[in-house]
C-alpha cells in the first residue's frame, strides 16, 4: 500500500489560509546556529532544502529577531537589519524549487535572553527576573512597545521581500508577547497589563501591524504557549480565550500549539526519550474545540504511524515533525512511499539538537552526520569497489560499513558479540532509555539496504585477517572499563557495564561513582533504585548527570531522583576503598574537595562510570601490515559520545 494509503490523514492536502499544503507534515521553527553575521546562509538553504525535496509539507525557518535589544544566542539572526533580504531570497528560493512553501518565525525573546552578545538591557513588560537567565529586564516604556511593534512590522516587511510566503508569531517557549499574556510575567498597571484584554493587547497590536504589511495573499500564524506549568501563569483556558480572540481578528491563519516556557520548564520544549511521545497534543486537541482555525499540534512525533493517528484522532490539523525530519530529511518521502520503517527515527536524545545550539554550536545531529552539511557535496570515494572488513558492529563500525557500502565498496561487518550495538544496547538497557538502542536499528536497517554483511560471534585477529585478506581493515573495537587503583582487588567494586551486561547483579546499598557526567551513572543509579538497592551517586563535579542540562534531561532526572529516593553527593571523590574484616560490606572514604575533609560509607558495592580505555590492541597488532590497510575509528581511537562514533564512521566510510 501506498504511504498516502497507508497514512490517509498525514497526505490530505489543506488550505492554510492563503495557500494550499501538500500534506499535514511542518517542519517547525527551531534555531540552527546558522547564521554569520547575524544573517542567513547557504547552510540554511541547503539545510530547509532538503527537507523540503523530502517531502515536508510546509517549512517554518527559525526565528528571527525583530529588535536590537533582542539576541538571545550569538547566531541569531538580525531581521531587522535590511541585509537580510537578499540572504532570505536565497533561502525561500532554494524551497520553492521542492514546490514547498516555507514561513518564517519572528520572536522577541524579552526577558528570556542574555544581554552577554547585545550589551543592552532585556526588554519585557515588567521588571521580573527569568528563572534561567537570573537577569532583571527593563519594564517597557510606552515609546519602547511601540518600537517592537514597529519592529514586528519591519521584519515581517524584509520576510515579504525575501520570498517568504508568510511568518508565524513565536509567542510560545520564549517570548516578549508570551510574557505579555502571562499573568506571572506581567506586572503592569498600564493598558497593557492587568485584564486579559489589556495582556493580550501587544499580541493584538502587533497582528495588526503584521497582517498590514504582508497584505492578504501570506499566511499568518501565532505559536501559542497553552499552559506556561508555571505558578500564576498561563492556563490552558487563558490560551484558549487567546485563541478566541486570535479567530476573531479574522487576520490569523492557523494557531501552533505547545506547552512550557524554555527556560523555566526547559525539558518541555524539546522534550527529550523521557517524556512521553505527542505529550502536548492535549493542549491542541482543546485548541481545535474552541476554534475553527487550523491548529499544529508538536511534541515527539517520530514516525509517520503516530502522526497520522494524531489527525485522525482529531487532535489537530497539521503535526510538527522538527527532530524526526533533523534526523531523516525523507521522512515525509519515506511515508508517503508507504515505507515508514526506511526512516531513520529520531532518538529524543537531544545530544546534538538541542545540546549544541544551546552551547552556542551549529545544530547537529548523532543519527546524522549530514545535518548542516548539505550545502556541501557528498564526500566521494576516490577507489570504489575495495573490499573491506570492518571490526565491530558497535555505533563507529556500523557507520564506517554503511558509508563505505553507498560509496561503492564491498563491505563485511564482523562482531565478536552475538548482537550489534556494543555500549549502545547496554545505555539503553537503563529506565526510560530504551529509544536511545533505536540508532542500532536504523543503522542496521541502512547496512541491509546497503547490502553490509553483518556477521556475529566473529571476533576479529591477525589470523582471520590473514585468511580472509581484505583490502581494508576497519577496526571498531570500543573501549573497556578503566579500574580505578582505589578499587584493585575488590570484587564488588564494578563497572557500569559489568552492571547493565548482566555480568554482576549488585543488592542492597551501592555508591556509584559519576566521574563522567552523563547518563551511564544516573541511567544505572535508576535501574538499581528500581531493583529495590538503596542508591547514592557521588560526583567531584558540582552536579551529579552535570551534561544532561545541555539534554534537557537534568530538571526530570532530579524529580525522579527524589522519586526513587536516590541520593546524590556532589564535590567530592573517592580516596580509598576497604573491606570490613567482620561482615565483609565495602568501607569508602570520601574526600570533599574544597576543603580535603573526609567522610566515610558503608556499602555492599560500588558501582562506577569513569572514563573508559581504548580497546586497541587489535589496532596496534595491524597498523603496519603490509598489505591490509588498517584504520580505526570510535572509542578505539578515543572514548568518546555516540555522536562522534558516528561522524567518524561517516568520515572513514567516506574517504576508503
Ligand atoms: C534545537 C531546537 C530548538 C527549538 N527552538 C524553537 C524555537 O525557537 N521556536 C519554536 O517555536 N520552537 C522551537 N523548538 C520546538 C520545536 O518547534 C518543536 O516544537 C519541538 O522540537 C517538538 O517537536 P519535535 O518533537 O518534533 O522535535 C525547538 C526545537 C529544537 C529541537
Ligand atoms: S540529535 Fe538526537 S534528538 Fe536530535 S534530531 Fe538527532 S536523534 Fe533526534
Redo the contacts with the bound molecule.
Keep these: 500500500m501506498t504511504g498516502t494509503g497507508r497514512f490517509p490523514h498525514l497526505f490530505r492536502p489543506m488550505r492554510l489560509g492563503p495557500i494550499t499544503l501538500a500534506n499535514r507534515i511542518v517542519f ?4 540552527t546556529g546558522y547564521a554569520e553575521d547575524g544573517l542567513p546562509t547557504e547552510r540554511h538553504a541547503a539545510y530547509y532544502a532538503a527537507r523540503a525535496r523530502g517531502g515536508a509539507g510546509l517549512i517554518i525557518a ?2 528571527q529577531s525583530v529588535h536590537p535589544s533582542d539576541r538571545p544566542r550569538e547566531r541569531t539572526i538580525r531581521g531587522f537589519d535590511p541585509a537580510v533580504v537578499a540572504r532570505h531570497r536565497k533561502v525561500t528560493e532554494a524551497v520553492h524549487r521542492e514546490g514547498v512553501p516555507i514561513l518564517a ?1 519572528i ?1 522577541h525573546n524579552g526577558g528570556q535572553s542574555t544581554s552577554l552578545y547585545s550589551r543592552r538591557p532585556l526588554w519585557a513588560p515588567s521588571p521580573v527576573a527569568d528563572p534561567a537567565f537570573r537577569e532583571v529586564p527593563k519594564a517597557l516604556e510606552r515609546q519602547e512597545i511601540s518600537e517592537i511593534i514597529d519592529g514586528y512590522g519591519l521584519v515581517a516587511g524584509h520576510c515579504v521581500e525575501g520570498g517568504f510566503d508568510g511568518v ?1 508569531l ?1 509567542c ?3 517570548s516578549i508577547v508570551r510574557a505579555f499574556l502571562s499573568p506571572a510575567t506581567n506586572r503592569r498597571g498600564d493598558r497593557y497589563g492587568g485584564s486579559p484584554a489589556n495582556r493580550t493587547r501587544l499580541l493584538s497590536e502587533i497582528i495588526s501591524e503584521v497582517r498590514r504589511r504582508i497584505g492578504p495573499d501570506l499566511v499568518l500564524g501565532v ?1 501559542l504557549c497553552c499552559d506556561e506549568l508555571v505558578d500564576g501563569g498561563t492556563t490552558l483556558e487563558d490560551a484558549i480565550a487567546v485563541a478566541r480572540v486570535l479567530e476573531a481578528s479574522g487576520k490569523v491563519d492557523y494557531v ?1 500549539a ?1 506547552i512550557g516556557v ?1 527556560t523555566a520548564a526547559p525539558h518541555l ?3 527529550s526519550m523521557h517524556i512521553p511521545p505527542g505529550y502536548a497534543l492535549f493542549v491542541a486537541n482543546a485548541l481545535r474545540r474552541a476554534v475553527d482555525l487550523p491548529v499544529i499540534g ?5 514516525d509517520p504511524v503516530q502522526a497520522d493517528r494524531a489527525l485522525a484522532d482529531g487532535h489537530c490539523d497539521l503535526v ?5 525530519q ?1 534526523a531523516d530529511p525523507d521522512f515525509a518521502a519515506k511515508a508517503r512511499a508507504g515505507a515508514p520503517e526506511a526512516v531513520r527515527v ?1 532518538l ?1 536524545c ?1 545530544q546534538d ?2 545540546g549544541r ?1 544551546r552551547a552556542n554550536r551549529r ?1 547537529g545531529c548523532v543519527e546524522n552526520p549530514r545535518v548542516g552539511r548539505e550545502f556541501l557535496p557528498a564526500l566521494s570515494s576516490r577507489r570504489a569497489g575495495r573490499d573491506v572488513l570492518v571490526a565491530g558492529a558497535g555505533p563507529a563500525g556500523l557507520q564506517t560499513a554503511l558509508a563505505a557500502a553507498r560509496a561503492g565498496h564491498r563491505v563485511r561487518v564482523y562482531e565478536a558479540e552475538r548482537a550489534a550495538g556494543g555500549q549502545v544496547l547496554l545505555a539503553a538497557s537503563t529506565p526510560g532509555r530504551a529509544e536511545f538502542g533505536v540508532l542500532v536499528r536504523n543503522q542496521l536497517t541502512e547496512c541491509r539496504r546497503l547490502g553490509v554483511r553483518v556477521e556475529y560471534g566473529r571476533p576479529v585477529d591477525a589470523e582471520l585477517v590473514r585468511r580472509e585478506a581484505p583490502e581494508v581493515l576497519v577496526v571498531a573495537t570500543g573501549a573497556r572499563p578503566r579500574r580505578p587503583a582505589w578499587g584493585r582487588g575488590r570484587e564488588r567494586v564494578v563497572d557500569v557495564r559489568d552492571v547493565l551486561s548482566g555480568r554482576v547483579r549488585p543488592s542492597g546499598s551501592v555508591l556509584l561513582v559519576d566521574e563522567v557526567g552523563f547518563h551511564q551513572a544516573t541511567g544505572t543509579a535508576e535501574l538499581l533504585a528500581d531493583r529495590g538497592c538503596v542508591v547514592e551517586v557521588v560526583t567531584s563535579a558540582m552536579v551529579v548527570g552535570q551534561d544532561l542540562a545541555t539534554t534537557l534531561d537534568l530538571e526530570n532526572w532530579c524529580v525522579r531522583a527524589t522519586a526513587k529516593g536516590i541520593g546524590e553527593t556532589c564535590d567530592h571523590e573517592v580516596v580509598r576503598v576497604g573491606e570490613c574484616a567482620r561482615t565483609g560490606r565495602l568501607e569508602v572514604e570520601l574526600a570533599y574537595l574544597p576543603t580535603g575533609e573526609t567522610s566515610g560509607r558503608t556499602v555492599d558495592w560500588v558501582v562506577c562510570a569513569l572514563p573508559q580505555a581504548p580497546l586497541d590492541g587489535l589496532y596496534r597488532a595491524l597498523r603496519r601490515h603490509p598489505s591490509v590497510q588498517t584504520l580505526r575509528v570510535g572509542d578505539c581511537v578515543a572514548p568518546r559520545r555516540v555522536d562522534m562514533a558516528v561522524i567518524e564512521g561517516e568520515r572513514i566510510g567516506t574517504s576508503l
Design positions: 517547525g521553527a527551531h534555531p527559525e526565528e518565525q520572536n508565524e513565536q510560545a517557549h520564549s505559536r501552533g505547545s524554555s520544549d524539546g522534550a508538536a511534541g515527539r512525533f517520530k510538527d515533525v522538527v527532530r524526526g533533523i529520531c529524543s537531544n539538537c538541542v545550539v545544530l
